[in-house]
């Protein structure tokens, strides 16, 4: 007899029925005549129940043979269980198995994490990174459909690139036939030739810094998403990224109750996030830090120490805008009111996670635009197409970025970013 094909997540649609469910074994034990299968299939986890009699003589005999991670398909009468956290459980009636899994590496005792990144291939399988990379992948719909519900078009910006965004410190450099290519640092340039011809545009991919620090913070490759907008100022970039956060974070919490769950993640913090956050300055954080105690002088840039500090003065993300040009990217704007300010800003997470959004007002006049690049011993020649978008209808823009794992981290109240990709790349990390 052929019975329905269905995922576990949708077995509470079909108590009562006999189905059938195509997966793997999370774990099994026995007490007695009675066997317990708690079954997978990616979807979620159900508990079958194997009686003599009830599961067929192949069945019953099948489970002896069941070691973690077989793969099998499972047919069983659906029943309601309020016990259980999903509402369902399985009378197993017979079970076919597709192949016996080898000594499965992961178990339930603790491993390292050098041993669980090593095997990330596997322990993609176990709840803690499943419950993280539902989250992620949640938040990035979310993300998708803010600006897609806000008038912005996808315009995708290249991976290999002919020059830096982000200064020559971080690239990483390819051979590109007859010349050099290096791996995109952040999709902005293009992002702002989409917003002169989109008026407001995005851009979300992979982009690649040659980070030779081993942080919690940084990887060689993490994603981006980079809204621009023409004609938006520093004071609507931070509007934009405020509401941004505050629908993206409040969509996931309402969404992934069941992930926060598993992580054991307290997320009244991020009940918060809620515009409008804090705006302060960067002369007014060199203040508030050395009022604090915490030496700090003008001109430098803030490190995880500094960032925690301010972000800890607040309940919600902080705006730091207006910091010193001297340590700025070349395409921001000076401040018309005070040129060693640049019109910068960087939002900064609660609970010490530190910088996820950086971006600001770019430099839209083409004689100051020159200048700074040669400030910054670039090459003119080398940003001739993006010199052209100051020529022909220069407007005044902004736009920003979001790393995706820093904030994947803070959403998830985990410690390092390695764990919010499916894959990380570290510089000591390239394998699986
Ligand atoms: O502050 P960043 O360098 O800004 C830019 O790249 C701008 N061009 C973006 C723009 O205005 N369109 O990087 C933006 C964000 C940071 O705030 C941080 O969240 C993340 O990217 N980020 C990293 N995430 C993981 N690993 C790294 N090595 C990162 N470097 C930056
Ligand atoms: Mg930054």
């Known amino acids: 007899m052929e019975f329905p094909v269905v995922r576990v997540c949708d077995l509470s649609k079909y108590i009562g029925q006999t189905v059938q469910l195509r997966g793997w074994v999370f774990s099994k034990r026995s007490s007695g005549k009675v066997k317990f299968l708690q079954f997978r299939d990616g979807s979620g986890i159900v508990q079958a129940v194997f009686v003599k009699g009830v599961v067929t003589d192949e069945g019953f005999d099948g489970f002896e043979k069941l070691t973690q991670e077989t793969s099998l398909t499972l047919t069983g009468l659906v029943k309601a ?6 509402g369902v459980e399985l009378d197993a009636k017979d079970l076919k198995i597709l192949q016996i899994a080898e000594d499965y590496p992961i178990g339930p005792k603790e491993h390292g994490p050098d041993f669980l990144l090593g095997n990330r291939h596997l322990w993609l399988r176990s709840r803690r990174p499943h419950a993280i990379l539902r989250i992620r992948h949640r938040f990035v719909k979310a993300i998708r459909d803010f600006f897609d519900n806000d008038g912005f078009t996808l315009v995708d910006s290249p991976i290999l690139t002919p020059s830096a965004c ?10 590109y036939f007859e010349e050099k290519a ?24 992979p982009t690649f810094r040659a980070e030779k620090s081993k942080t919690r913070r940084h990887l060689t490759e993490f994603w981006m998403v980079e809204p621009e907008v023409a004609f938006n100022d520093l004071d609507d970039n931070m509007v934009l990224a405020e509401r941004f956060l505050e629908y993206t974070i409040q969509t996931v919490l309402k969404e992934c109750q069941a992930e926060f769950a598993i992580l054991e993640r307290d997320t009244t913090k991020l009940q918060n996030v809620k515009a409008p956050f804090p705006r302060i300055s960067y002369d007014e954080c060199v203040e508030k830090l050395n009022a604090q105690g915490i030496k700090f002088e003008w001109g430098g840039d803030f490190g995880s120490p500094e960032e925690t500090a301010i972000a800890q003065m607040y309940d919600k993300p902080v705006f730091i805008h207006r910091f010193p040009a001297a340590i700025k990217a070349f395409y921001m704007k000076p401040d018309p009111k005070s040129p060693k300010h640049a019109l910068g800003v960087d939002c900064i997470a609660p609970e010490g996670y530190g910088e996820i959004i950086g971006g600001g007002q770019r430099e839209e006049d083409i004689v100051a635009l020159k200048e700074r690049l040669h400030a910054h011993g670039l090459k003119e020649e080398d940003f001739s197409w993006y010199l052209d978008l100051r020529k022909y209808g220069s407007v005044p823009h902004s736009g920003f970025g979001l790393g995706l794992e820093r904030t994947v981290s803070w959403i998830c109240g985990i410690d390092h970013l390695r764990e919010a990709a499916a894959f990380p790349r570290m510089m000591y990390r390239l394998r699986p």
């Open 81 to 86: 269980d309020t016990r259980g956290k999903t």
């Open 182 to 205: 290096y791996l995109t640092q952040s999709g902005q340039l293009y992002g702002e030739a989409a917003a002169m011809a989109f008026g407001k545009a995005y851009c979300f991919g």
């Open 166 to 175: 982000e200064g020559t410190t971080t690239l990483f450099e390819t051979e």
